[in-house]
């Protein structure tokens, strides 16, 4: 049997829970060769179980340069090249209301989540194939306006902004660039947000909105971003694809 990823190195950070895992899953499972980054080496060791045991999983924190170092070295020494790459790691950080947001809460956040996107790119650029594909997480908070999140929404306001210059950049290399944007999905992320009680009254006011009616599976939203990773969206780069029941387009 044939798959749209035979032979293909795939990065996915964040590939040890969520939608990072599901996605590394759906990649293994139509023949790529996969690479999965996060933090905490158990999860890394129970995701590997899940997505294939020839799966190269790196511990390593996307926000730092010497890390991404470390992580780009072993794609290098085990296949020598890489033909996909899901920045996909990031954080929520605690609903905070903006008066009470402080310089540390401002440097994690854009830290955790346009830092190490626009460095694990950067870094990944010389091992990454011409031809190949780029995907990128944000998130419909980018759109939404949702109380507390002044951060959140920010920073992935610059994940979309980087896929559209990007997607110029690499144009000479025929790399494509995508953006996917979840709405609400079944993960430990969400789950602290919903246990938040700062935040229960904007979650389930949003979660009644969604024309869907329901969050989605981690599942539903690999399948959008594994997609644009894809030969199928050959001719799509520098777009921010909604896999969000309906909620950011109402
Ligand atoms: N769930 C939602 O409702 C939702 C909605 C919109 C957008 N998103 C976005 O979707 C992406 C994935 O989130 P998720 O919901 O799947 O969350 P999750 O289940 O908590 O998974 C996050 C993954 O990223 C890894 N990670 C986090 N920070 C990292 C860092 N600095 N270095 C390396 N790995 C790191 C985590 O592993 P370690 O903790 O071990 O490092 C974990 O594997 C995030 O960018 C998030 O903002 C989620």
């Known amino acids: 049997m044939t798959g749209k990823f035979d032979g293909k190195v795939v990065l ?7 939608i990072g895992l599901a996605a590394a899953k759906r990649f293994a499972a139509e023949g790529a060769l996969m690479v999965i980054a996060g933090r905490r080496q158990e999860q890394l060791d129970a995701a590997v179980k899940e997505v294939g045991e020839g799966t190269l999983a790196v511990r390593a924190d996307v926000s730092s340069l010497s890390d991404l170092d470390v992580l780009i070295d072993r794609i290098r020494e085990r296949h020598g090249r890489l033909d996909i790459v899901f920045a996909n790691a990031g954080a929520a950080g605690a609903p905070t209301p903006m008066q009470q947001l402080t310089e540390a ?3 994690e956040i854009f830290d955790q989540n346009v830092k190490s996107v626009l460095f694990t790119v950067q ?3 010389p091992l990454l194939a011409d031809g190949g594909a780029v995907v990128i997480t944000s998130s419909i908070a980018h759109i939404k306006g949702i109380p507390g999140a002044t951060l959140y929404g920010a920073s992935k306001a610059a994940i979309r902004s980087f896929a559209r210059t990007w997607s110029n950049e690499f144009k ?3 790399i494509r660039v995508n953006v996917i944007s979840p709405g609400p999905t079944k993960t430990p992320l969400h ?5 938040n009680p700062n935040a ?3 979650v389930a006011g949003m979660l009644r909105m969604i024309p869907a009616g329901r969050m989605a599976e981690p599942e539903e939203i690999a399948a959008a ?4 990773a894809s030969p199928d969206a050959s001719f799509i780069t520098g777009v921010e694809l909604y896999a969000d029941g309906g909620l950011a387009q109402i």
């Open 172 to 174: 000479g290399r025929r």
């Open 105 to 107: 809460d401002y440097n």
């Open 12 to 18: 996915v950070t964040g590939g040890s829970s969520g």
């Open 200 to 202: 229960a009254e904007a």
């Open 123 to 125: 870094k990944a650029l």
């Open 225 to 228: 971003a594994v997609f644009l």
């Open 191 to 195: 789950a602290d947000i919903e246990a």
